[in-house]
């Protein structure tokens, strides 16, 4: 059985939708141990997929020197296999390469289809491009990471009106801090898109990424991921 696909992008740079990625894959990977105890049932793995333009996943998690393939490798025709791949907090994660590009969206296709049927979970980190319109198209649920600002409400319109007929659940994940005041229903309101949960920024988080250890297990961070993970 094909595990669900959810990806994550951000309304505007800076938005924190690689953190929140990262953060929501170690949840479902929590949510899942908890409640495989004593079922005997199957384990099911998470799977993050670095899909964003930007430093990536291996420094945001602090993987630069765990062993595993990258993009790279699968680009060249390198089969993966999800217990392959290098692991943050029980999650397994897929990095680009910083001095290579991404291989070709088929190719990006067939690997994201690949590791969904082996009944992972698979979070995209797709971050503010819309160069995999057909990744997102394909995802069981899009998660548009948002501040509390102007700017990234003209993200989110963006968002919605290129997501627009091609996908049925996109839903707002709010984040503070709202400079101006704007609350997360005022957003959801203009953009006519369901919030599925709201936080607080988180004052541990950017200390925890300078020392490589990725999002901190508790944290506002940690506790909108789990809300999240618990709606999907």
Known sequence: ???????????????????FAAALAREVVSRERAGRRGRGRRRRDAVLVDLATGPGLDVLLGL?????PRWAELALGAAVAGEDLPAWA??????????????????RGEVVAGLARTGATV????????????????????????????????????WRDE?????????LVVRGPAPGGLGALELAHVA?????????????????????LGPPPRGALARLASRVAAEL
């Not at 029980?90 to 190719?107: H, K, M, S, T, Y």
């Not at 949960?197 to 004052?203: C, N, P, Q, W």
């Open 90 to 107: 029980e999650v397994r994660v897929l990095a680009r390469d910083r001095a290579l590009p991404l291989p070709g969206a088929a190719v």
């Open 163 to 171: 997501l627009a007929g091609s996908h049925g659940d996109v839903r």
């Open 192 to 212: 006519d898109l369901p919030v599925v949960a709201t936080g607080r920024a988180d004052r541990r988080l950017d200390s925890a990424l300078e020392h490589g």
């Open 1 to 19: 059985m094909n595990g669900q696909t959810v990806a994550v992008v951000g309304a505007r740079g800076g938005a924190g939708a690689s953190s």
């Open 123 to 158: 979070v995209l980190d797709v971050g503010t491009s819309d160069d995999d319109a057909a990744l997102l198209a394909g995802a069981d649920t899009v998660l548009i990471v948002t501040p509390r600002d102007v700017r990234a409400a003209a993200g989110v319109l963006r």
């Open 64 to 68: 630069e020197h765990e062993p595993g």
